[in-house]
């Protein structure tokens, strides 16, 4: 017996026992994919003349069968609008009185990485598109090159040169599906080569470091201070083993310091004795109070590999990253690239590609920094203390540029646990330092903080989660 249907825009499997007769068998059938939740509510079933011509039953059976379902409570029959799934209680196989327990989200969030999404320039990002298509060539649709679109690397190679000193050509750059994705395919490559240790700073984000480890490649914990990343301790022999090191000079998770002037040189210098170095361009589009700098990639070219993303400028969801590679690394990160996913999504590559040669994606830019900078002199204004309002015992840090701050905990002011327990009460989803440390330190020696995320709310959402940040921290 036929056991598919196809009508009205529903594909359903439905196998009918023939055994216990085909009514019942009919009944029974549907009363599971119901259950199961493969009809959902509100879907409407096929005819009883329908389905009794693709199923091979009698349209007596099938409108019994309705009958019978809808007697039931499974279905719900009104004239003129067909038969439908009701609303019943019993869905994906789950008895009742063992459904999980829903957990309550937090009202709030000022969680660190993401930009406020909520602000995605959908018109914009339209009128690129339809450009775009209007002039993609038709193989554009199909299996393309490992790299990426040639015009994306054409387009940022002119915009990453004009915006961030990156000295590139189009033939340097890969397009990946993210910033994680580019340290997994570095790192394959780099192992496959024989490098064993890649230097991480600590702290960092702990995904990136979960990233590297899990393509092949030891994390050496590098520590980080008001000047950046410690690179001198590369030359040192604690780290004779390493061959390539991630660093963030723009603007460091999550501490938000910047590599300073003697230390870039520094790590430029130790590259060139052979060393790679990944520079990670955390943030690198938004500063407020200082001159942008320079990617450290424009001054050692051939020994920086230099990582970008669409992630923060326009939303984490696109999936959009790219890497400036030197020349040798080309080929094998190519390949690495290909067997992992073939190429990244095309329509993305082509659409950004136009946004960015019709400057469209400047003056979005442009906009954010103005918005993020409001809304980080408005964090700042919140936590300086004055009458009525206990806030001490903490510093704000790296709020220079970037989508985060640090709240940097002093030891007789309330701890990092207190503060996160405080917050959940207020309904504020928020991190600590406390998560992102590598290295083995006895804990109780390590800084608190908390890190805020002013990115991520949007523009009505952000006062009240500030409002919950100082509940948080405030004493009494």
Known sequence: MPSYWSTLDVDLHLPVASDSGRRAGLEQALREAIRDGRLAAGVRLPSTRTLATELGLSRGTVSAAYDQLTAEGHLIAKQGSGTRVADTVGTHGAAPGHRPKSVAAPRHTLRAGSPDVSRFPTAVWLRAARRALDRAPSEAFGYGDPCGRIELRSALADYLG????????????????????????????????????????????????????????????LPVDDDGAQVHLLSSAAFDSVGAAVITPSHQFPLG??????????????????????????????????????????????????????????????????????????????????????????????????????????????????????????????????????????????????????????????????????????????????????????????PQGIVVGFGAPSDSAYPHALDALVRALSWG
Do not use: C
């Open 162 to 221: 004009r915006t961030r000193g990156v000295l590139a050509t189009p033939d340097r750059i890969v397009i990946t599906s993210g910033v994680q994705q580019a340290l997994a395919l570095l790192t394959t490559v780099l192992t496959d080569s024989g490098t064993t240790t890649i230097a991480m700073e600590d702290p960092y984000i702990p995904s990136f470091r979960d990233t590297v480890r899990a393509a092949g490649a030891a994390v050496a914990p």
């Open 257 to 446: 310091s910047t590599l300073s002037p003697r230390r870039r040189q520094h790590l430029a210098d130790w590259a060139r004795t052979g060393p790679l170095v990944i520079e990670d361009d955390y943030d690198g589009e938004f500063r407020y109070d200082r001159q942008p700098v320079g990617a450290i990639q424009g001054i050692a070219p051939d020994h920086v590999v230099y990582l970008g993303t669409a992630s923060k400028t326009l939303g984490p969801g696109l999936r959009l990253a790219w890497m400036v590679l030197p020349p040798r690394l080309v080929g094998p990160v190519a390949e690495a690239k290909r067997l992992a996913d073939n190429h990244s999504e095309t329509l993305g590559q082509l659409t950004l590609a136009e946004m960015i040669t019709s400057h469209a994606y400047d003056r979005h830019i442009r906009s954010s920094r103005l918005r993020y900078r409001r809304r980080r002199d408005l964090l700042a204004d919140r936590l300086t203390p004055r009458a009525g309002r206990p806030l001490t015992g903490f510093a704000l840090a790296g709020i220079a540029a970037g989508l985060h701050a640090l709240i940097r905990l002093e030891p007789a002011g309330l701890t990092e646990d207190e503060v996160l327990s405080r917050a959940r009460e207020y309904g504020l989803d928020i991190e600590g330092l406390s998560g992102m440390w590598l290295s083995s330190t006895d804990a109780s020696n390590r």
